[in-house]
């Protein structure tokens, strides 16, 4: 004979299908969320020692946008950032301040030209955020001369964004 199942029982079975069938519901749109995002890995290079600097102070850029996103960037432990754009984002421009001040290094993707007669003063690059994912790019080194030394000669994977940086002169901080 068959022993009758309490109703208590009945509404535990009950919810722990609601709690389930949430969990997975859950699982499911994180998946989907994750999917609408693209991640590239950041390497911030001292221009002159080929040394990486780590910092967390990115300022990013996207789609000639004036907006900073500094909150985009999340600090590896090796040093490098992850940046987490979103999948409507086709150019990226990235820059760096020291540690927590408000000086910007100078990128030296730009370093050189700006303002020249070729170019407009403009400190910003902008680098195809798919290009980006396939290849990898490595921004140029404009703060050293023609002959790159051996240590910075770097590459990138795909899913990788390098750029050279120094820190800005006495005058260039004063007109900041």
């Known amino acids: ?56 102070y990115f300022l990013v850029r996207v789609d000639h946008q004036q907006l900073e996103h500094g909150d985009w960037v999340k600090k590896n432990e090796d040093g490098t950032g992850a940046l987490t754009l979103p999948a409507d984002a086709n150019l990226l421009s990235v820059h760096a301040t020291y540690d927590t001040s408000s000086y ?26 798919e290009k980006i994912l396939s290849e990898g790019v490595v921004a140029p080194n404009n703060c050293i001369g023609k002959k790159v030394p051996d240590k910075l000669q770097v590459f990138a994977k795909p899913g990788e964004f390098v750029f050279f940086v120094r820190e800005l002169n006495a005058m260039e901080k004063f007109r900041q």
């Not at 997975?24 to 994180?30: E, H, K």
């Not at 221009?47 to 990486?52: A, K, V």
């Not at 700006?114 to 003063?121: K, V």
């Open 1 to 56: 004979m068959l022993s009758p199942i309490s109703s208590a029982a009945i509404i535990d079975r009950r919810a722990l299908r609601v709690c389930l069938l949430l969990v997975c519901m859950a699982g499911l749109c994180s998946l989907v969320w994750a999917q609408d995002q693209k991640t590239i890995t950041i390497r911030m290079i001292d221009s002159r020692t080929g040394l990486l600097i780590p910092s967390s």
């Open 104 to 129: 910007v290094y100078a990128n030296c993707d730009a370093d050189k030209d700006r303002g020249s007669a070729e170019h407009a003063p403009s400190p910003d690059r902008w680098y195809s955020i």
